[in-house]
């Protein structure tokens, strides 16, 4: 049973330039969230995601937008990137049961570094 | 506004020695609290998971406690291992409208040495 897979591991990105980072869910899950850390930082939540609509967001611009498809794998795109925009980009899966959410899995991360 | 402060910000003992971290939360309502386990450069782990009635659980070496009454947290690290080394996140859930919302402390960074 595959867990929570992100692609790419790494990304070096130049000032301006768009960024698409990928998430499969773990097996069963329905969910999709995407956190940005910081070096030395906690992670930040970005948005969530659960039948194929943004459900939630945190104080991330417009720059920052996803989408989830059928097989609930999801995106994050970045657009305009900033020198700021420099983290590491987590990805967590769960299953969502009515209202609740039940426990998140994080995926490995996206090393995304812009110069 | 929601936060959770953790101490220390950093810590280093020496292999085979406990460590407690701290957890301290202003989330309101209350909904779970969790600890995580990040090694450098990849994702968080779940090591626990607490719920308000619970006040203890523990998971191998790894012991939580929770006083929901004063918003307190602790994760006690027994008999610490070259591997333990790494940042411990406690995250707390709370609800608000129906949605749940995550907060994220900024972590402990715990260094074990031989």
């Known amino acids: 049973d595959a867990g929570v897979t992100q692609s790419p591991t790494h990304l070096i990105k130049t000032r301006g330039q768009q960024v698409t980072l990928r998430c499969s869910p773990k097996?069963?899950?329905?969910?999709v969230s995407w956190y940005q850390q910081a070096l030395g930082q906690g992670p930040q939540f970005i948005f969530q995601y659960y039948e194929e609509e943004e459900r939630q967001r945190g104080n991330f611009p417009d720059r920052f937008s996803g989408h989830q498809f059928p097989n609930y794998s999801s995106e994050l795109n970045v657009n305009a990137l900033l020198l700021g925009d420099s983290a590491l980009y987590l990805c967590?899966?769960?299953?969502?049961?009515?209202?609740?959410?039940?426990?998140?899995?994080f995926g490995p991360g996206t090393r995304l570094l812009v110069l | 506004k929601n936060q959770v402060e953790q101490s220390p910000q950093s810590l280093i003992i020496l292999e085979g020695k406990n460590c407690t971290l701290q957890c301290n939360y202003t989330v309101s309502p209350f909904s779970n609290l969790r600890w995580y386990k990040q090694d450098t450069g990849r994702g968080p782990v779940s090591l626990t998971i607490m719920t308000f009635s619970e006040n203890t659980k523990s998971n191998g070496r790894y012991t939580a406690t929770l006083d929901a009454d004063t918003k307190q947290s602790s994760l006690h690290i027994t008999a610490s291992q070259l591997s333990d080394s790494a940042s411990y996140i406690c995250?707390?859930?709370?609800?608000?409208?129906?949605?749940?919302?995550?907060?994220f402390g900024t972590g402990t960074r715990l260094t074990i040495i031989p």
């Open positions: 995250v707390v859930k709370g609800v608000n409208f129906g949605n749940e919302k995550l907060t």
């Open positions: 967590a899966s769960s299953f969502r049961s009515g209202r609740l959410q039940e426990t998140q899995y």
């Open positions: 097996s069963g899950h329905d969910t």
